[in-house]
Nanobody, 124 residues
Framework: QVQLVESGGGLVQAGGSLRLSCAAS????????MGWFRQAPGKEREFVAA????????YYADSVKGRFTISRDNANNTMYLQMNSLKPEDAAVYYC?????????????????WGQGTQVTVSL
């Protein structure tokens, strides 16, 4: 069982940066692939980024590639999402997720554990 808690969301101007954190409980954090997803009002939850257990493999949605960076610190059971050059269309509730596998995927239905989400708002 893994419990996930996101933090770091907030209000930022377009072009600005935020770093989201996802703190995980449990001793086996390093055995889980992790991902970030987001959901805007009236839209389905969508994939943002994912990372393998070791951090050696990462995937990004085309819409964030080159602007967002996913990383993890297995020693501290924490995953991060560095978001730069934020756009109004990046505004959403951001969720971290863990998959009971070392291999990351981009599909929401393949993740087993979810956090409660953190709001990101981007103003013009």
């Amino acid at each position: 069982q893994v419990q996930l808690v996101e933090s770091g969301g907030g209000l930022v101007q377009a072009g600005g940066s935020l770093r989201l954190s996802c703190a995980a409980s449990g001793r086996t954090f390093r055995r889980y692939a992790m991902g970030w997803f987001r959901q805007a009002p009236g839209k389905e939850r969508e994939f943002v980024a994912a990372i393998s257990w070791s951090g050696g493999t990462t995937y990004y949605a085309d819409s964030v590639k080159g602007r967002f960076t996913i990383s993890r610190d297995n020693a501290n059971n924490t995953m991060y999402l560095q978001m730069n050059s934020l756009k109004p269309e990046d505004a959403a509730v951001y969720y971290c997720a863990a998959r009971d596998s070392m291999i990351p995927t981009t599909s929401t239905w393949t993740y087993d554990y979810w956090g409660q989400g953190t709001q990101v708002t981007v103003s013009l």
